[in-house]
C-alpha cells in the first residue's frame, strides 16, 4: 500500500498507458505535459552512448527525463510537487531496439524478435528538490514464431509506430505472446511495484524534510 501519498506528482509523459497504470494504484497526478515532444529537449538525450548496455540506458534516460520536468516545474513557478518519469526499451541480446523510425522498421523489429526471448525494461524515476531515485524493472517475453504475412499486417496497423520493439503487449501483439516472466505492467512501461515503491520512499524523505 503506498503510504505518504496524500499530496499530487507530475507525471511528465504523454502516454496514456502510465496514465491508466497509475489511476489503477490510486496514484494521485497531474500531468507535466512539454510543449514540444520530450525527445527533441537538449536536456534529454535518447542516443545511446558508447558501450552502454540496456539497463543502465533506460535508467539513464528516465533520470534524464525527471530531472527535466523538475526544471520546468521551476521554471513555470507552478506548485512543488514531485515529478515521475519513465523510460522503455526492449532488449535482444544485448541489443537495444527503441521506438521504429517508421513502419519498415517496426516491421523488422518485429521479425527479429519472431521465435524468440527478449527482455522488455523500464526505467522509473522520481525527482523532488534534492532527491532523486530510479528503479528498474526487467521483464522477459517470448514470442512464438511469426509469419512474413503476420508481421506486414501488424506493422501496418501502425499499433507499433511509437512503442519500442515496434509492438504493444497490450493490444494485438498479445497473440505473438507465448510466455511472459516479470512484470506485465513494466512491460506496458509503468511498472508499479517499482512506482510504488518509489513513491513510499519519497513519502519518507518528504517527512523527515518537512515535518507536517
Keep these: 500500500m503506498i503510504t505518504g501519498q496524500e499530496r499530487p506528482i507530475y507525471l511528465a509523459s504523454r502516454s496514456p498507458r502510465r496514465r491508466e497504470l497509475l489511476a489503477q494504484i490510486d496514484v494521485k497526478f497531474h500531468l507535466l505535459l512539454f510543449r514540444a515532444d520530450p525527445r527533441a529537449d537538449a536536456d534529454i538525450s535518447e542516443d545511446l552512448l558508447p558501450g552502454e548496455?540496456?539497463?543502465?540506458?533506460?535508467?539513464?534516460?528516465?533520470?534524464?527525463?525527471?530531472?527535466?520536468?523538475?526544471?520546468?516545474?521551476?521554471?513555470?513557478?507552478?506548485?512543488?510537487?514531485?515529478?515521475?518519469?519513465?523510460?522503455?526499451?526492449?532488449?535482444?541480446?544485448?541489443?537495444?531496439?527503441?521506438?521504429?523510425?517508421?513502419?519498415?522498421?517496426?516491421?523488422?523489429?518485429?521479425?527479429?524478435?519472431?521465435?524468440?526471448?527478449h527482455e522488455v525494461l523500464t526505467g522509473v524515476a522520481l525527482k523532488f528538490e534534492d532527491h532523486l531515485d530510479a528503479a528498474l524493472s526487467r521483464t522477459e517475453i517470448e514470442f512464438r514464431p511469426i509469419s512474413e504475412d503476420e508481421i506486414k499486417h501488424y506493422a501496418a496497423t501502425g499499433e507499433g509506430d511509437d512503442k519500442a520493439g515496434g509492438y504493444a503487449v497490450q493490444g494485438r501483439a498479445a497473440q505473438f505472446v507465448s510466455a511472459i516472466r516479470g512484470s506485465y505492467s513494466g512491460a506496458i512501461g509503468m511498472p508499479l511495484y517499482e512506482t510504488a515503491q518509489l513513491i513510499e520512499k519519497l513519502g519518507t524523505f518528504r517527512d523527515k524534510r518537512y515535518p507536517r
Design 53 to 117: 548496455v540496456p539497463d543502465a540506458y533506460v535508467l539513464r534516460v528516465a533520470r534524464a527525463k525527471a530531472e527535466a520536468g523538475w526544471k520546468r516545474v521551476m521554471m513555470r513557478n507552478i506548485p512543488r510537487a514531485p515529478v515521475l518519469a519513465a523510460d522503455t526499451a526492449v532488449a535482444l541480446d544485448e541489443r537495444i531496439l527503441v521506438k521504429p523510425a517508421n513502419r519498415l522498421d517496426a516491421a523488422a523489429m518485429l521479425a527479429s524478435l519472431s521465435g524468440r526471448r
